[in-house]
């Protein structure tokens, strides 16, 4: 038809600011078939209906692709790394307990607008004072993860973007050490090309039109980085504590990019056979400024300085998990209180 046509050609400004509408075909397809329908016809209208569905078909078995993408490097390291990082986030073979008690991926706080529309420009963005305030306030929720004693302990890892940096200096993190894919991914063409016509938006909207792959993409890289950082530095805390002491690093913290930063962590929920309720929260989630999105064994959640801007079960599962978060930090001895 010719509105959907039309609908197709708006300027990518245009889509950022409001989810596009429905075609006359996507809303015939919503209607009740009342001449029955095959399998796969009725599958293909669930889809339509439910981002949860959207979501689940996209992403499905993405712990597996991201070693089958992986393999024409060493496809071993690979799926060795992926291990030691369900490990760390789950407890070893044998019951040990994890070392790792959960990674938030928290995104930076509000930033000036670039410069122009260039890369470049957007990684040179430093924080406007209402962000600084902002990540300052986000130090309520952050340091209940990532202090203890009136000590910063974990491991932060970051996006060379000045912005992400400043972020976690303000939120008093761990110094963090720079993840290249973090940032260098954002700035592939495809995945600059999808977060320059969607904006900030769900990992559950960027599926839905289309960019699901781009995503996935991105998140694999970082997922590696990350489970290769956990790797060094478990290494670097036997060496100090020896081989029979029990390793706790407490949590590990990505401070990146929205959008990007909920595709990874949603690979990461799915790596660790979460159930559908919580990856389902981490694809619907929108991250505001200085938010954050938790993956732990127990379950996600997202993290925000005002929870009324949260669904209700949200809330209830994003507290249900930083529970299980806390108890394991006072359990190996991260925090005291």
Known sequence: PAQAQAQQQQQPEQRQQQPPPQSEQQQQQRQPNTEGEDKESGAEKRWKESVEEAREEAWRDAA?????????????????????????????????AAPIACV???????AEAPADASFHADRARVLTPQGQNAAHAA?????????????????????QAGRCLETAFLLAAPSPIVLEGVYEGMGEEEAWA???????????HYITQGHGAVLRQYAERVLVELADAVQLRLRQLRKEQGESAALHLGSVV????????AATALLLAQALRLPRPDTTLLAQALQGEADGLIVSASGTGHVTLDSTTLP???????AKTLSAVYATLKKTGMIQT
């Open 64 to 96: 597996q692709d991201v070693q089958a993408a992986l393999r024409q490097g060493d496809g071993e390291e690979v799926t060795e790394i992926l291990e030691a990082t369900r490990n760390a986030v789950q407890g070893g073979g044998g019951g040990s």
């Open 104 to 110: 938030a991926f928290v995104r930076h706080s509000a």
């Open 139 to 159: 130090k309520k929720w952050f340091g209940t993860l990532c202090r203890g004693e009136g000590a910063p302990h974990g491991l932060a890892l970051s996006s």
């Open 194 to 204: 999808a977060y320059q016509a969607e904006g900030e938006q769900s990992v559950a």
């Open 254 to 261: 990505v401070f990146g990019h929205g959008v990007f930063g």
């Open 312 to 318: 209700e079960e949200v809330d209830m599962q994003t």
